[in-house]
């Protein structure tokens, strides 16, 4: 069993709240957007990271990371990557690739929008935590807690960390 804390869209920011609600978990994961390795490096020191780099990441972050992260945690495979839309309006450049070998969790950022939503044509679920930074239109911060434990998805935990002021 793995206790996941999933964040997206930091957009170079991090404060003691995102990392105290971090801090209880096995592993963080980041869907991109992240701003610098500097908040990489702070999310290191508290757990584990995967990331994916986003569409405003520099080379810096393209470098060190991914744009896609496929991998197997538990029994669940899973894929992360930074624009991925959602079900019905997957976006065009992973589409194809979700619908020829769907994962079991398919987690993307970008939007600024958190959802949560089982596909049923593709048998999986999609999670979008949102955004945890203070850069976008959303008006509230986010980020999920979630557990893996074999091929159980449990326990899934909304975070409302402030408004973005």
């Known amino acids: 069993m793995i206790r996941i804390g999933l964040l ?3 957009h170079n920011h991090m404060d003691d709240r995102i990392l105290d ?7 963080i994961w980041h869907a991109g957007d992240i701003g610098t390795s ?7 020191k508290i757990k584990p ?7 405003v990441d520099g080379q810096d972050l393209r470098k060190a990371i991914p744009k896609d992260l496929k991998f197997q945690c538990e029994d669940v495979k899973v894929w992360i990557t930074h624009i991925g839309g959602y079900p019905n309006r997957y976006d065009k450049d992973v589409v194809k690739r ?6 079991d969790l398919f987690i993307c950022g970008h939007s600024h929008i958190l959802k949560v939503i089982y596909d049923k044509k593709l048998k999986l679920l999609h999670i979008n935590p949102g955004a ?24 899934l935990e909304v975070v409302e ?4 002021h």
Do not use: M
């Not at 960390?161 to 973005?164: D, R």
């Open 49 to 55: 990271v995967r990331a994916v780099y986003g569409n």
């Open 21 to 27: 609600y971090l801090s209880s978990c096995d592993e």
């Open 161 to 164: 960390l402030a408004e973005k």
């Open 132 to 155: 945890a930074g203070k850069y976008g239109f959303h008006k509230v911060r986010t980020l999920i807690r979630f557990t893996i434990d074999k091929s159980d998805i449990k326990d």
């Open 8 to 10: 997206s869209d930091t």
């Open 98 to 103: 979700l619908k020829a070998t769907p994962p």
């Open 38 to 44: 500097r908040i990489l490096d702070q999310l290191a």
